[in-house]
Every structure is written in structure tokens, then in C-alpha cells.
């Protein structure tokens, strides 16, 4: 008995011990992102500048020179059809800009060394996750300070899954690894508890299932949170070069190297619908857990209430780009209107609301 104690004690120490070297190398990835953005060369930045303001309110694709050589020796010139994206709201079509590296050699390693340490750091983070749940002997999920490293250890997994499947997703590099660190920060700093076993309404096989599939959920709204973020600004840039205005050149050397309003809008909207069914049955799990554990399965406590208006902002989202009127800039408003209500459904009621979830601990 004694020996299984010190050595659940032991696991609990190196969980800690790995969730802080995680941190370590999520600071060296999130340092090798910015020699990214900032070593990448702008050459082709310009090109993409002059493909924005060159066809402000054209409807016909762009269209490149190539050519061609013929049977008796001479060239013929023909028209290829430059492959753009059609911005939501059907008003203009751009390109994509070269990405954070500039298009450039130096620049594209910088990047590849950030995605390294970003595996690493992962790697580290989910090592300690799992350390954790072997002291206690249970899902690693009873408090926030579980909650939280797990979470960000998805949320970096879920980024890494997109890369893996040759998704042109790099762009979310830096964004995802200062949030794991605030996250981190703040797990570490304030949300700490010391691993216990759980209360018996937490201790049932449905944690597994509720709050495993929440985590799923909030991580994937939150990479779809920061392409919405994104598109919104990358959005007001593109009204600005069409309009005859001329950005500063901060916003030139950011915004022109992320993905066009088009094609941010577009991956928003696959990952926050891809991932509302789940987030559905999350909340049904939710409610047969409730029934088995308090008798009810809804009683309108704070948690379920602020969970299903999340719920009903995304819903609100989804029926929005089918409306006519409302796609593109209205949308967006409404999904990071959605993406608040899952914030504070975690981190408000948990914190600032008494009800029958604040067992959970902080």
C-alpha cells in the first residue's frame, strides 16, 4: 500500500515535471515561428500585393503566359487559368499568399524547425497528461488544471493531425502555441490541484465518454475560433486594397502571407461543422450521465444551460451561412459570439458560478 502510494506520488511529480518541459519547448517553437514571420522573404509578398490590387472588381480568373513550343520548331502562346478561391460573400477572387515563410528557403526551415519542437513539446505535454492519469488511476480529466492540459494537448494534436494529412494549415502554427502556453501558464499558476481520486458522481465510465468528447469539441472550435479570428482580418485588408486604400506595412507583411478571407472562411466553417454533431452528442452524454448520477437528466444548473447555448450559437452559425445576408463577416460574429459562450461555460462557470458541476475544482 505504502509503495503504490509513493510511486502514484512519483507519477504525479513527473507529470508536473513534463507538463513544465513542455512549456520549455513550446516557448523555442513559438520563438522559431516568429524567425518564421519575420526571416521569410517578402518577394513574393509583392507578387501577391499586385495580384490583390490588380483585379479588385474582376469576375474572370486570372490568368498566366505560358508557352509552348509546336511540331515545326516555333512557340505558341496560350492562356492557363490561375486557380483562385471564391470569397463567401461571392464579391471577389484572390489568391492565397505564400504563407508564413515568405515562400523561401530560410524562411520555410525556420518553419519546419517550429513544427519540429511544436511534436516534441506534444509529445512531452501528452507523456505528462498520461503520467497524471496513471497516479490516479482514472481519466485524466476530474479538475481544471487536468482539463486544461489535456485540452491544449488535443488542441496541438488535432494541428498536428491536419499537418500530417498534408492540410495547408501551417499559418495556425503561432496563434496555437502562444494560447498552449497562456493555457499552460495559467493551469500551472492558478488552476493547480494535486491529484486525488474523484468524487462519487464524477467516478462513473461516463467520464470518459462526456468529457473526452467536450475536449474533442472545444479543441477543434478553437482552431476554427482563430481561422475566423483570421478571416475577419484578412477580410477588412482585402476591402481596403479594393477600395483604393493602402495598409500600413505591418498589415502588408501579415496579412499577405496568410490564406485569402476566402479560403480562411472556408476552413472555419468545415471544422465548426464537421465537429457541431459531436458537440450534440456531448451534450446528450452530458444529460444521461446527469440521470444516472443526480436522477434528472436536465435541470437547468449553470454548466448544462451555458453548454446548450453554446449549442444554440453554432447552430445560430451554421443556419447563418445558409441565409443569404448573413454569410461571410455576420457569420463570423456569430461563431466567435459561440466560441465566448464555450469559454466561459469552462472558465466562468467553473470559476465565478456555484453549481452542481464546481466539484469539478479549480
Not at 474572370?60 to 496560350?78: H, L, S
Not at 481544471?144 to 494529412?165: D, R, W
Not at 444516472?292 to 444554440?312: C, L, N
Request: overall charge positive.
Amino acid at each position: 500500500m505504502i509503495l503504490a502510494a509513493q510511486t502514484n506520488e512519483g507519477l504525479a511529480q513527473l507529470s508536473n515535471e513534463l507538463v513544465y518541459a513542455s512549456m520549455a519547448v513550446y516557448t523555442l517553437a513559438f520563438l522559431a515561428h516568429i524567425a518564421e514571420w519575420v526571416l521569410g522573404s517578402r518577394s513574393k509578398v509583392g507578387r501577391t500585393a499586385a495580384a490583390l490590387t490588380g483585379t479588385k472588381t474582376e469576375t474572370a480568373p486570372a490568368t498566366v503566359t505560358v508557352r509552348v513550343k509546336q511540331a515545326g520548331g516555333g512557340t505558341a502562346v496560350i492562356e492557363k487559368p490561375k486557380v483562385v478561391t471564391r470569397s463567401a460573400a461571392g464579391t471577389r477572387d484572390v489568391p492565397d499568399g505564400p504563407g508564413a515563410a515568405g515562400g523561401t528557403v530560410k524562411g520555410d526551415l525556420y518553419g519546419r524547425i517550429a513544427v519540429s519542437l511544436t511534436v516534441l513539446a506534444f509529445a512531452l505535454e501528452a507523456a505528462g497528461v498520461i503520467a497524471r492519469a496513471i497516479s490516479v488511476q482514472r481519466a485524466p480529466w476530474g479538475n481544471m488544471y487536468e482539463f486544461s492540459t489535456t485540452f491544449s494537448t488535443v488542441a496541438v494534436g488535432t494541428y498536428l493531425g491536419f499537418l500530417l494529412a498534408k492540410k495547408n494549415v501551417r499559418w495556425i502554427g503561432l496563434p496555437l502555441v502562444t494560447t498552449v502556453l497562456l493555457d499552460l501558464g495559467l493551469a500551472t499558476t492558478w488552476l493547480y490541484t494535486e491529484s486525488d481520486q474523484l468524487v462519487p458522481a464524477l467516478d462513473s465510465y461516463w467520464l470518459w465518454i462526456h468529457v473526452s468528447t467536450a475536449i474533442f469539441c472545444g479543441a477543434v472550435f478553437y482552431l476554427g475560433a482563430v481561422a475566423t479570428l483570421l478571416y475577419l482580418f484578412r477580410d477588412s485588408y482585402e476591402n481596403k486594397l479594393a477600395t483604393g486604400g493602402k495598409p500600413g506595412a505591418f498589415a502588408r507583411s501579415v496579412m499577405e502571407r496568410l490564406p485569402s478571407a476566402a479560403s480562411l472562411d472556408k476552413f472555419s466553417y468545415r471544422v465548426n461543422a464537421a465537429i457541431f454533431p459531436l458537440w450534440t452528442f456531448t451534450i446528450i452524454a452530458g444529460a444521461i450521465w446527469a440521470g444516472d448520477a443526480w436522477g434528472r437528466y436536465w435541470g437547468w444548473d449553470a454548466k448544462e444551460v451555458w453548454s446548450f447555448i453554446t449549442w444554440v450559437g453554432y447552430a445560430a452559425y451554421l443556419h447563418a451561412r445558409a441565409t443569404a445576408g448573413w454569410k461571410g463577416r455576420k457569420a463570423a460574429y456569430i461563431a466567435l459570439i459561440a466560441f465566448g459562450c464555450f469559454l466561459f461555460n469552462y472558465y466562468g462557470v467553473n470559476i465565478f458560478v456555484s453549481s452542481k458541476h464546481s466539484y469539478a475544482g479549480v
